[in-house]
């Protein structure tokens, strides 16, 4: 079935960028998205990109898909404190649902 | 307008004894799903609904676990009798389920802890 993969911890930098890298393996997937979750609560919808792009820009928030590689990434420009949080991956899976990464916790450091 | 409900946000229990989930998706929203979230790991779905009728519940461990969503609105998911292995945040989240887009609207889920 579906896997997708992301790294577990990133920490940066007030004021850096933040880029959370993430792979999946099924190609027939035709939306991908990115999730926050912040301490608490549930999975806020940050943004996503269908299949057929290879990048889409958001204010902050900038995201790459290698659709060859199954690669998918999300850019936080400017990142602040209030972004740190666990960042979620999902892949559209064959029966309408979403296959979720294990999830990249962002530390941002003032 | 108000988001997906889950109540309550909070359980603790003792193994064997049977728990209920309450869940309320945003007004219009077709599909319903249930998804559980271990410590650590991405939510993993449960079941789904679309109206009454629950379309993929391949996931959904029938011995213990159990659904139902009445007249095709709030949804109620049941385990009895509790594990330990069960404690972890059980999510709801719904959508309008007409499109391919698919964008799924989170409660804040229930945290259940099994003692």
């Known amino acids: 079935g579906e896997d997708v993969e992301q790294s577990l911890f990133l920490s940066v930098r007030e004021g850096d960028s933040s880029v959370i890298n993430c792979t999946y393996t099924?190609?027939?997937?035709?939306?991908l998205y990115w999730y926050k979750q912040e301490p608490g609560a549930g999975l806020q919808l940050l943004t996503y990109?269908?299949?057929?792009?290879d990048m889409k820009q958001d204010q902050r928030l900038t995201v790459l898909l290698n659709k060859k590689d199954k690669h998918l990434s999300l850019r936080i420009a400017d990142t602040q404190t209030g972004d740190s949080a666990i960042y979620f991956c999902?892949?559209?899976?064959?029966?309408?649902?979403?296959?979720f990464g294990k999830g990249t916790k962002l530390s941002v450091k003032p | 307008e108000a988001g997906v409900v889950q109540s309550p946000r909070y359980k603790i229990i003792e193994k064997k004894q049977p728990v209920a989930f309450w869940c309320n998706p945003i007004?219009?929203?077709?599909?319903l799903y249930w998804y559980l979230q271990n410590l650590g790991q991405g939510p993993e779905l449960l079941i789904r609904?679309?109206?009454?009728?629950?379309?993929?519940d391949s996931q959904l461990p029938k011995d213990r676990f159990s659904a139902e969503r009445l007249k095709g609105v709030d949804s109620t998911l049941k385990i009895q009798p509790a594990e330990l292995g069960d404690s972890a945040v059980y999510l709801c989240?719904?959508?309008?389920?007409?499109?391919?887009?698919?964008?799924?609207?989170f409660g804040p889920g229930t945290r259940l802890t099994v003692t």
């Open positions: 989240a719904s959508s309008l389920g007409d499109t391919v887009m698919n964008e799924q609207y």
């Open positions: 099924d190609s027939s997937s035709t939306y």
């Open positions: 990109i269908f299949s057929n792009m």
């Open positions: 999902a892949a559209g899976g064959s029966q309408g649902n979403l296959i």
């Open positions: 007004s219009g929203h077709n599909t």
């Open positions: 609904y679309e109206n009454e009728e629950a379309v993929d």
